[in-house]
């Protein structure tokens, strides 16, 4: 059977599994859990009548009966309507949606501020006001598409994080509690009870307490394929000193957190096997532990784990130029970033300069204006400078040209005052309206950003030099085929990477960090 009959395009299928009214169709979402399509995990979740519990579309249990079931946009729907999470599949752990950032609606914006905390940190004004909405206007929103208000979403995700921290480490209940965004143990006692159906120590069992309660090891949930050494590859050739640092297997950098500074070392390797869920190891030592959900998040869009890579190599499988890519590298990533003003910033530092250039002269700000903390791992030894503080330099001052100097101020004093907007609340065109009016910052500039630091999948750069030569070197007319780059869409980005992908060498690897 020919590989895209085997795996049929997953976008058709979204486009029937949803009807018109947003609303989940049930023959649709039986057909998939029938098939324990794992395609489905994180897009729906199923919940049986008669058991009381709810599962993923692949949960390997005996299928119910079509009648005993009912179908949720959420994790925190089907709490919501009383059901409890099932043990065995652990339908919460699932990789998001990846029709978050495809679409890109304001349910999905939302989703992305929820996970990073902003409703635990700001409260629901908080979050209306990033997304664009009144409370009360996204509170609809909400409901309408996925089920649940943002109250009970975030109420979901602090579970699921609260969940994976008794399971994979040995912190304290108490650290878990705060860590995972409850404002009480009793609040996180309650809710673990309730959503699970059992106990903290049930669900933990007989271990220990961790000695060391700033360092949380976590597994990130990715679909597979999932090239794991072409993104590592991808992150060490952009490697900003003081900031970031890799190694055989491993990618390490510091993080400019709401309550505090951290750190984190991903463990990143491929996992081929199409139609799975894979892990990426990751060690965070956070200031504050109350930084863990956004420590989580951030790390999260780092590796693109989010994505559908089946959705994406299916839509490749018969173009002449980017299917031979996507069969040599299937699953490969968009790498996003930790922090979308840090992004925006290194893009307007790497204007017209090389790669080794542009981490150069990063460098060189991030030892002269970066905050310098105390790491466990050799090399991380600053934050990035924030926006605040790049906005108060002289332009002349910069080791960089003058117009550029002054875009980059320019930008900086954009993102302080809050015109700017990165966080992935705002709406995508807006923000690309909002840079492209800054002096200095271009389409492709805007571009870069759009796909780096919102996530956005359908981003290409038809003037980029890299392109170009990747093209050429691949045998095309660059002409040629970017005059019909439009039949890439929506996954444009994807394309672009597996351009940039036959440019990029493999980074010989640094000695491994020692743990402390």
């Keep these: 059977m020919s590989d895209s009959r085997e795996i049929e395009s997953v976008a058709y299928a979204r486009m029937a599994l949803v009807s018109i009214d947003a609303r989940l169709d049930p023959e649709s979402c039986y057909r998939a859990v029938k098939s324990r399509d794992r395609r489905f995990d994180g897009v729906f979740y199923v919940a049986v009548r008669t058991t009381g519990i709810y599962c993923r579309p692949s949960c390997p249990a005996r299928t119910p009966a079509y009648a005993n079931v009912s179908f949720h946009a959420s994790a925190a729907a089907a709490q919501a309507a009383g059901y409890r999470a099932c043990k065995r599949c652990l339908p919460d752990a699932t990789p998001g949606s990846p029709d978050w950032d495809v679409a890109a609606t304001a349910a999905g914006r939302a989703m992305r501020l929820i996970a990073d905390g902003v409703v635990d940190r700001e409260g629901v004004e908080g979050l209306s006001r990033r997304v664009g909405y009144t409370p009360r206007h996204l509170s609809r929103l909400l409901t309408a598409e996925l089920g649940a208000g943002p109250l009970a979403l975030a109420r979901a995700r602090r579970a699921q994080t609260a969940r994976v921290l008794i399971e994979t480490t040995e912190l304290g209940f108490a650290d878990v509690a705060f860590a995972s965004g409850f404002a009480s143990v009793r ?301 890439w869409r929506p996954w444009r980005s994807y394309a672009l990477m597996h351009l940039w992908n036959t440019l990029m060498p493999a980074v010989p690897a640094a000695d491994q960090p020692k743990e402390n």
Excluded: K
């Excluded at 809710?191 to 059992?198: F, I, N």
């Excluded at 790491?375 to 030894?381: A, H, Q, R």
């Excluded at 709406?427 to 630091?453: E, K, N, Q, S």
């Design 187 to 487: 609040q996180f006692n309650d809710t673990v009870r309730e959503v699970y159906a059992a106990s903290p120590s049930e669900l933990r069992g007989r271990r220990g307490r961790v000695t060391s309660p700033g360092a949380v090891t976590m597994r990130l949930a990715v679909r597979t394929p999932f090239a794991g050494t072409r993104l590592l590859d991808f992150l060490a050739h952009h490697l900003v000193p003081g900031v970031e640092t890799a190694g055989a297997g491993w990618y390490a950098r510091t993080l400019d957190l709401p309550h505090g500074p951290g750190t984190v070392r991903l463990e990143l390797a491929d996992a081929p096997v199409a139609g799975e869920t894979a892990f990426v190891s990751a060690r965070f030592v956070l200031h504050d532990l109350r930084d863990t959900s956004a420590a989580v998040e951030r790390a999260r869009r780092l590796v693109d784990a989010d994505c559908d890579p089946l959705a994406v190599d299916d839509e490749f499988a018969g173009d002449p130029v980017i299917g031979p890519l996507v069969r040599a590298t299937p699953g490969l990533r968009v790498p996003g970033q930790v922090d979308g003003d840090e992004t925006a910033i290194r893009t307007v530092i790497g204007q017209q300069v090389s790669v080794a250039g542009a981490c150069t002269v990063a460098g060189r700000l991030v030892a002269q204006l970066g905050r310098r903390v105390e790491t466990d791992i050799p090399g991380l030894t600053h934050l990035f400078p924030d926006a605040a503080s790049l906005a108060g330099v002289d332009p002349a001052t910069l080791p960089m040209p003058r117009a550029r100097g002054r875009a980059l101020v320019g930008l900086a004093s954009a993102l302080a005052s809050g015109a700017v907007a990165l966080d992935r609340g705002p709406d995508r065109d807006d923000v690309r309206r909002a840079l492209v009016a800054l002096p200095g910052i271009g389409p492709w500039t805007a571009d870069y950003v759009a796909m780096r630091a919102l996530g956005h999948p359908d981003v290409f750069l038809p003037t980029d030099i890299g392109v170009r030569n990747a093209l050429t070197g691949l045998g095309h007319e660059p002409v040629d085929v970017l005059a019909h780059s439009d039949r």
